[in-house]
């Protein structure tokens, strides 16, 4: 009898070992992780908008002819009546990463008027935009509105014929001086995202 119930208590210790140490299988399921990864960014590097102009070469008559060689400082004109000058200042964006509006800014000195020294911008490339004691022009690719641009940018020059118009009246070209017939441009970039238009970007952004 005893060996009897020493055998049985013995079973159960293994029914129980077993129970406790067996290794269940269920029916799972699950997915792979979804990563969202967020990064500053820019649609235009800094390195990437380049504003440059060809340099003015004087001829011997004291005329004006445009070289090969670039410069990002500016030229500098001795002017004579009625002799018009040469100048082309150019934007590039040598690559892009998102959407932008490029834009270029002009400030004159007070003989830079229309009637001493005059110039246009190009209207078929670009648009000029309603900021309150600016010269603001946005690029346009189709002479009416500002374009989002989302590739890179090639050599767009920003004068009309790439041309100053000088007054044929010799008293207004003697009152030029270096300050009051100052001409300086300016390109700008901005992402196009997260404004009602061009005008309302380049206010936020500048």
């Known amino acids: 009898m005893k060996k009897k119930t020493l055998t049985i208590a013995i079973a159960l210790v293994l029914v129980v070992a077993l129970a406790v140490g067996a290794t269940w299988a269920y029916l799972t399921a699950k997915t792979g992780p979804v990563v969202n990864t967020f990064t500053a960014g820019g649609a235009v590097n800094q390195s990437d908008l380049e504003l440059f102009e060809r340099i003015a070469n004087k001829n011997n008559d004291g005329t004006y002819t445009l070289g090969e ?113 100052k001409l300086t441009f300016k390109a700008y970039a901005c992402q196009a995202a997260g404004f009602e238009n061009a005008a309302d970007a380049f206010a936020k952004c500048f």
């Open 69 to 181: 060689e670039t410069t990002t400082a500016g030229n500098s004109y001795v002017v004579m009546p009625g002799v018009n000058l040469p100048k082309d200042p150019t934007v590039n964006v040598k690559a892009a990463h998102g959407a932008y509006y490029l834009f270029v800014e002009v400030t004159k000195g007070e003989k830079v008027d229309g009637d001493t020294l005059a110039y246009t911008v190009d209207s078929s490339k670009w648009i000029k935009l309603n900021i309150e004691g600016r010269e603001v022009y946005a690029y346009t690719a189709d002479g009416a509105n500002p374009t989002i641009l989302n590739t890179a940018l090639s050599n767009v020059t920003i004068l009309t014929d790439n041309t100053i118009t000088v007054s044929g009246d010799a008293a207004k070209i003697a009152a030029l001086t270096a300050d009051n017939s």
